[in-house]
């Protein structure tokens, strides 16, 4: 209001002083409105870009990175803004799995010591489905569920920090089992959209992540959020991490007979803060929960287009006249149940052998190992109702193998050799921190030094 009068008195004030100016230089009735008519408009535009200016001189405008996708998504952000100090380090890890996409949003800040490690302080994350791999006959349509992700990262990361904050996507098995043309499509759509943000990005930070450097970042993440790296008394424990598509193993061999007898590529030899560390690390592409359930009915993952053209699964693991619609991939399936030739268990449980148990090398040491679990194996508990209602896993959970998901247990029995009553941990956070990869490749995005291998994936940053 206070604005309207101001301007509405400037408008008088001037055509009272442009009346008298025309009536001096011409008496003319006609040229008199001439003057007149011109003369509004040139006020008219004089106060109208004064409102805007006095409007948009107190308002702060979202970043849009494509035609307003900030404005559009940001009323269904959780913005959790974060502190800026001057030592502050963000980064924007997103995790392209096979069934959906998520983002990590993290702020570290530089430990003020002689070896200046980054110290993670607070951790957004959130996730849609379904996972990049779906899209994979149209890659734009690709781009929804990345815009609003990437929005949540410009929400959260302080303005005067985007330019100097990285961005990053890798993608796990999803990808890996499309065919490379699908992929790289994919990827060139995720590359592009990150351009047009003002978060730094670099096009070898936009790609496929191989298995190997999956389970060590998620093994690093782990032990990063217990503190196991920075106390000399406590020992590093393994990990396990059940996904769709893929299924990564990593944990320290306490015995040298494990490391001389473990198939080549199983032991890595890495750097963690300048720790030399020899890692029993391994990633079994195809021994992910939907891929061993689609291989365990009958089907098969593949990289060729021309293939799996009719996508009707019949397996004796189902009840004999059960029929579902199941998606995997991209892919729709039709599941039926087959009759057996012997008791159904019998047939299944030779199923799960024939596609689990000799592909996947099953070191003895692990079953002495402290080894959490993560992904579906957490999931699965979840679901089953296990840990009673509405179960929150943020302590660790002990739990037995045989309580877990009937392929997920085949998984880990027939491969990795668990017992029914071996025991591993559970945790979905760790000092309220989501626990995923995305934190180690995160701290290597940033410091190479901090965590390398003789596998280098991802170049440092």
Known sequence: MHIAN???FRVQGLLRMFDRNVAVINNSRCSYKLYSVVGVFL????????IIYNCFKSSTLLYTFNENDVALYAPYLP???LKVNTNDVYAVMFDAGSTGSRIHVLHFVEDQTANSHLRLVASVFEQVKPGLSSFAENATESLDGLKYLLAIALDTVPKNKWEDTMIALKATAGLRLLPSTQAQALLDEAYHLFLSSPFRVRQQDVSIMDGISEGMFLWFTVNFLRGT???????????IDLGGGSCQVAFVPQNQDTILSSPK????DINIFGKKIKLYVHSYLGLGLQSARLAMMGGKETKDETENLFHALSSPCLP???????????VEYTARGAEPTRRRYEECYHIAQDVLGYQVHQPIELQDQIVYAFSYVVDKIEESGFLGKNPEIDEPQQIKVQDIDLIAQRVLRHGFGYHDNSVLVLQKKIEDIEVSWALGAAVHLLRGDDISSSVEEMPSG
């Open 43 to 50: 006020v008219s535009i004089f106060v109208t870009f004064t």
């Open 6 to 8: 101001i301007s509405l």
């Open 79 to 81: 913005s959790p803004k």
């Open 320 to 330: 004999l006249h059960h029929e579902e619609e199941w998606a995997f991939g991209g």
């Open 265 to 268: 590529g199983h032991i890595e």
């Open 229 to 239: 790296f920075f106390d000399d008394s406590s020992s590093p424990v393994g990990s």
